[in-house]
């Protein structure tokens, strides 16, 4: 079984242009869940999913980021524009729900640099 | 704000020691888990303790889990050069709350 993917690994941009992040969960997994990481530091939350709903986006900075999943799916997050202070890597994460209290299944998230 | 927070931030060993790692954290918890991140890559969960377990073994991890004192430890066995990583304790509330991670390095 595919963990879960996650599209472009790395990804160079110049500040103020837009760059978007691909996240496809676990089959059957209704919860997903972007973290941003910098360097040094431990995952932090976004955003989270239950299926197609955004239930908790306090942690997601909404002038320049947006995120969705159509049919309660795929993701994909968005900034515009991008920010220098945004180079971390994004990761994505799935469970099979928000009351699983299993652990995530993450993927290997995207580098992203702002130069 | 992350809850968790790790200790060491950093921690040495040679081969075929053991390694501790220590999270403390500051309100009530479900469960609370163990991640490791190679360099590059994603988070791979290790194991799981929930609040009301005391201790739990998983191969050559050992975790302990102290509710009183709002604290976990990650003891590594005999460790490998692929030990090598970084370690996570996250905190189980609403959501997963992560610490800044203790980054090991197992020499040869």
């Known amino acids: 079984e595919a963990g879960v993917v996650q599209s472009p690994r790395y990804k160079i941009i110049e500040k103020k242009q837009p760059v978007a992040f691909w996240c496809n969960p676990i089959?059957?997994?209704?919860?997903l869940y972007w973290y941003r990481q910098n360097l040094g530091q431990g995952p932090e939350l976004l955003i989270r999913?239950?299926?197609?709903?955004?239930?908790?986006d306090s942690q997601l900075p909404k002038d320049r980021f947006s995120a969705e999943r159509l049919k309660g799916v795929d993701s994909t997050l968005k900034i515009q524009p991008a920010e220098l202070g945004d180079s971390a890597v994004y990761l994505c994460?799935?469970?099979?729900?928000?009351?699983?209290?299993?652990?995530?299944?993450f993927g290997s998230g995207t580098r992203l640099t702002v130069v | 704000s992350q809850q968790g927070e790790e200790d060491p931030q950093a921690l040495s060993i040679q081969e075929g020691e053991n390694a501790t790692m220590n999270c403390s954290y500051k309100?009530?918890?479900?469960?609370l888990q163990w991640y490791r991140q190679n360099s590059g890559r994603g988070l791979v969960h290790l194991i799981l303790?929930?609040?009301?377990?005391r201790e739990k073994h998983s191969g050559r991890l050992r975790v302990t889990l102290d509710t009183s004192k709002k604290s976990s430890s990650l003891l590594i066995t005999a460790s490998r050069a692929a030990d090598t990583a970084s370690y996570f304790c996250?905190?189980?509330?609403?959501?997963?709350?992560f610490g800044p991670g203790t980054r090991l390095s197992v020499l040869p």
């Open positions: 089959s059957g997994h209704n919860t």
């Open positions: 999913y239950e299926n197609e709903e955004a239930v908790d």
């Open positions: 309100t009530s918890i479900n469960n």
């Open positions: 303790i929930r609040s009301n377990e």
């Open positions: 994460a799935s469970s099979l729900s928000s009351r699983d209290r299993g652990g995530y299944t």
């Open positions: 996250a905190t189980r509330g609403q959501n997963f709350v």
